[in-house]
C-alpha cells in the first residue's frame, strides 16, 4: 500500500491542524494505521495508531489529550487532528500502516510498520 501525507504547515503555539493521509490500496480496511514524527537529528517516535476497525486507538502520553486520531475506511484515508499545538511537536510528521490480522490490534512499534508514507512538516511557531 502507497501513503501519502498532506496537511502539514505553519501554525501558532495553542492552534490546531489536521493532516492527513491518503492510502491506495482498496483493503485499506485491513490495516493498522499510525502516526509518527522525527525532529532532525533524533529518533522517530510513536504518535498514535488506530485498529483497522478505528475502534481502538492508542497515544503517545505527550499528545494524550491533544490528539486524536481516526480514520475513513470509506475514503481510504486516516487523520490526525492536533489540538493545543506546543513548539515541541513540532516535527515532520509520518503515517504508517502493516496488515492487522485481528480488528482490534494497534501498535507503537514502528518495526511493526512496513509501510511508510512521505511525511509532512508541521511547524509550531512560539
Known amino acids: 500500500v502507497q501513503l501519502q501525507a498532506s496537511g502539514g504547515g505553519l501554525v501558532q503555539t495553542g492552534g490546531s491542524l489536521r493532516i492527513s493521509c491518503a492510502a491506495s490500496?482498496?483493503?485499506?480496511?485491513?490495516?493498522?494505521m499510525g502516526w509518527f514524527r522525527q525532529v532532525p537529528g533524533k529518533e522517530r517516535e510513536f504518535v498514535a495508531t488506530?485498529?483497522?476497525?478505528?475502534?481502538?486507538?492508542y497515544y503517545a502520553d505527550s499528545v494524550k489529550g491533544r490528539f486524536t486520531i481516526s480514520r475513513d475506511n470509506a475514503k481510504n484515508t486516516v487523520y490526525l487532528q492536533m489540538n493545543s499545538l506546543k513548539p515541541e511537536d513540532t516535527a515532520v510528521y509520518y503515517c504508517?500502516?502493516?496488515?492487522?490480522?485481528?480488528?482490534?490490534?494497534?501498535?507503537?512499534?514502528?518495526?511493526?510498520?512496513?509501510?511508510w508514507g512521505q511525511g509532512t512538516l508541521v511547524t509550531v511557531s512560539s
Open positions: 504508517a500502516a502493516f496488515y492487522g490480522r485481528l480488528p482490534y490490534i494497534t501498535s507503537q512499534d514502528q518495526n511493526r510498520y512496513d509501510h
Open positions: 490500496r482498496r483493503a485499506f480496511n485491513t490495516y493498522v
Open positions: 488506530i485498529s483497522r476497525s478505528g475502534l481502538v486507538t
